[in-house]
Nanobody, 116 residues
């Protein structure tokens, strides 16, 4: 079992920055990939960024060049640094941890609101 806890959401003006954090606990040695997804009402949850256990990162085209994902193995934490935020980045952001058994664990979500 892996427990996932996000923090760092909030309200920011367009062009601003926010950093999201996600701490994993429990059976952390089973975690391979950690990532961030986001979801707006009526839409499917979509991948924002992910990072593997060998530090290979992947980004949605819509956030490339603006968002950076990083991972602190000592703290079992993944971060999402978001810059040049746009109103269309407004969503609930969810942290995901995938284990070596391809089981997904999710956080409760954190709201990010970008005002124009």
């Amino acid at each position: 079992q892996v427990h996932v806890m996000e923090s760092g959401g909030g309200v920011v003006q367009a062009g601003g920055s926010l950093r999201l954090s996600c701490a994993a606990s429990g059976n952390i040695f089973s975690i391979t990939t950690m990532g961030w997804f986001r979801q707006t009402p009526g839409a499917q949850r979509e991948l924002v960024a992910s990072i593997t256990s060998d530090d290979r990162s992947n980004y949605a085209d819509s956030v490339k060049g603006r968002f950076t994902i990083s991972r602190d193995y000592a703290k079992n934490t993944v971060y999402l640094q978001m810059s040049s935020l746009k109103p269309e980045d407004t969503a609930v952001y969810y942290c995901n941890c995938r284990t070596n058994w391809r089981v997904d664990y999710w956080g409760q979500g954190t709201q990010v609101t970008v005002s124009s």
